[in-house]
């Protein structure tokens, strides 16, 4: 089981990964002043990029917080177990997030539906819908390019992730051995 140093370095893992998120898009915001207006391309180059880390971000996040769930509530061989089938997150949607979510039973779910605004469920489901296509060089654009949409819900993901799986020690029911 981990000990409060261990809460610490996960929480301190989160946050590492949302300020590299964060410093992204402060160089995004400093690399437009320089952009001559007629590089649209290149500001949609950058947008693209922006929106495949916010894709990226949010499972890395997940998984993330998803490990140090399991680290919390069990150890040993039912810890080595779970990490077995467990090696990285889904490409996250509404769905797949919550499917992961109903692997750990109720309360989760329930509470990954209160979360999950219509807002922030439309985000989550255009930034998966991108995520593949600009991967695969697919040319995207549109309504749909909204790095700054995807950094708020990457925002609101990453506090209630906070919130409900990495949480203080003592917290989460553990599973004896």
Not at 82 to 95: E, M
Request: a positive charge; one cysteine or more.
């Amino acid at each position: 089981m981990p000990d409060g140093s261990e809460q610490s370095i996960a929480r301190k893992d989160a946050y590492e990964l949302w300020a590299a998120l964060q410093a992204e898009f402060d160089r995004y915001h400093r690399a437009v002043a320089y952009i001559p207006i007629g590089e649209a391309r290149l500001q949609d180059d950058l947008r693209r990029y922006l929106c495949l880390r916010c894709a990226g971000f949010l499972e890395k996040l997940v998984h993330q917080a998803t490990v140090h769930y399991l680290e919390s509530v069990a150890g040993g061989p039912a810890l080595s177990f779970a990490r077995s089938f467990y090696g990285h997150a889904p490409n996250l949607n509404p769905r797949s997030f919550r499917k992961l979510l109903e692997r750990f039973g109720e309360p989760l779910p329930s509470k990954f539906d209160e979360f999950l605004t219509p807002a922030l469920r439309d985000s989550l489901e255009d930034l998966a819908s991108i995520r593949n296509p600009i991967a695969h060089g697919s040319v995207t654009g549109g309504r749909k390019l909204d790095p700054f949409r995807y950094q708020k819900l990457c925002r609101e993901v990453y506090e209630w992730l906070n919130r409900e799986l990495v949480k203080p020690i003592g917290t989460h029911q553990h599973v004896k051995m």
